[in-house]
């Protein structure tokens, strides 16, 4: 029911989530993904993030606009997914502009300290 779901979205991932991300986590690092993660107290993932040089790289090229937002569920781990892209001017036209990926995040709680912690890796990996 609806408050079970709830409260397993309260305690982190659920046990297979936790193992599929598990699993996903060196499927990125074997890619050359700088990947780092956060875990509850009894050891389960809670947020993952990740980003790769090549994102990186134009990152610190075109610094001025970084922008953030979030799916809901639309994934195969059923997390929200936080995408950051950056914004530069290498576009169709003089007139238009372009977007690349940053980084992205699986949180699997929407609120401030796992928003904070994904700015934080954001801050650490690519400023």
């Not at 290498?90 to 401030?112: H, M, P, Q, R």
Request: aromatic residues 12%; contains cysteine; charged residues 25%.
């Amino acid at each position: 029911d609806i408050a079970n779901i709830h409260q397993r979205r309260l305690n982190g991932l659920d046990d297979q989530t936790n193992k599929s991300m598990g699993a996903f986590i060196p499927y990125l690092e074997s890619r050359s993904y700088d990947i780092r993660w956060h875990t509850d107290k009894n050891k389960r993932i809670v947020t993952v993030y990740f980003t790769n040089e090549q994102c990186i790289k134009l990152a610190r090229k075109f610094n001025e606009v970084v922008a953030t937002d979030a799916t809901y569920k639309t994934n195969r781990f059923k997390l929200p997914f936080a995408n950051m892209v950056g914004v530069n001017n290498v576009g169709c036209d003089d007139k238009t502009l372009s977007t690349f990926a940053v980084a992205g995040a699986w949180i699997s709680k929407e609120d401030t300290d796992s928003y904070t912690w994904v700015l934080e890796q954001l801050a650490k990996t690519v400023y």
